[in-house]
T-cell receptor, first 115, second 116 residues
Framework: GAVVSQHPSWVICKSGTSVKIECRSL??????MFWYRQFPKQSLMLMAT?????????EQGVEKDKFLINHASLTLSTLTVTSAHPEDSSFYIC???????????FGNGTRLTVT | QKEVEQDPGPLSVPEGAIVSLNCTYS??????FMWYRQYSRKGPELLMY????GNKEDGRFTAQVDKSSKYISLFIRDSQPSDSATYLC????????????????FGQGTILTVHP
């Protein structure tokens, strides 16, 4: 099956710094990847849709200047949390699909803690 | 009102029991239905997906969709301790870009514990 790899699995950073999270599709090409966020004991919420070679599409309420998304190739999307604050501490999960008629496969997530 | 409602549980059952997990939804545009399993500190793992109303079976798992009632279910037969996890229902509509499964709306998740 489709494998999505995410790195790092966890990261701790100081308030005000930036953190980059990578999402790779290992055995397929993904023109579109999706970034979700999950707060403790809550469900996943879509943050943005990452499109290869074009700008990401952000969901309402998600600051595009704070959560920078780059989808430079068909197998790699990155999410950079800029000027991180403690309220950005969360579980960030990326996903991708092999084609529009197949369901999403998720990475194992990145747990971000901002101190 | 949330678009997708799922009983958060927790649900605790003995090994071997039949487990029933349910979600209701309000958005009639939802056409694609999925069940994911999520272990602690891991990403969701796809269990089942379906497009049409009716039943779909895969091993010990059966997914049921009733679009007229806007109700979906996941049944787990002969439950095992390894089934202990959070189960998430997810749904999507056909979006403007033509992506069927792209933008998912999740339920809150049901925490299931199967004890030996």
């Amino acid at each position: 099956g489709a494998v999505v790899s995410q790195h790092p699995s966890w990261v701790i950073c100081k308030s005000g710094t930036s953190v980059k999270i990578e999402c790779r599709s290992l055995d397929f090409q993904a023109t579109t990847m999706f970034w979700y966020r999950q707060f403790p004991k809550q469900s996943l919420m879509l943050m943005a849709t990452s499109n290869e070679g074009s700008k990401a599409t952000y969901e309402q309420g998600v600051e595009k200047d704070k959560f920078l998304i780059n989808h430079a190739s068909l197998t790699l999307s990155t999410l950079t949390v800029t000027s991180a604050h403690p309220e950005d501490s969360s579980f960030y999960i990326c996903s991708a699909t092999t084609n529009r008629d197949s369901p999403l496969h998720f990475g194992n997530g990145t747990r971000l803690t901002v101190t | 009102q949330k678009e997708v409602e799922q009983d958060p549980g927790p649900l605790s059952v003995p090994e071997g029991a039949i487990v029933s997990l349910n979600c209701t939804y309000s958005n009639s545009a939802f056409q694609y239905f999925m069940w994911y399993r999520q272990y602690s500190r891991k990403g969701p793992e796809l269990l089942m997906y379906t497009y049409s109303s009716g039943n779909k079976e895969d091993g010990r798992f059966t997914a049921q969709v009733d679009k007229s009632s806007k109700y979906i279910s996941l049944f787990i037969r002969d439950s095992q301790p390894s089934d202990s996890a959070t189960y998430l229902c997810a749904m999507s509509a056909l979006d403007a870009g033509g992506t069927s499964y792209g933008k998912l709306t999740f339920g809150q998740g049901t925490i299931l514990t199967v004890h030996p």
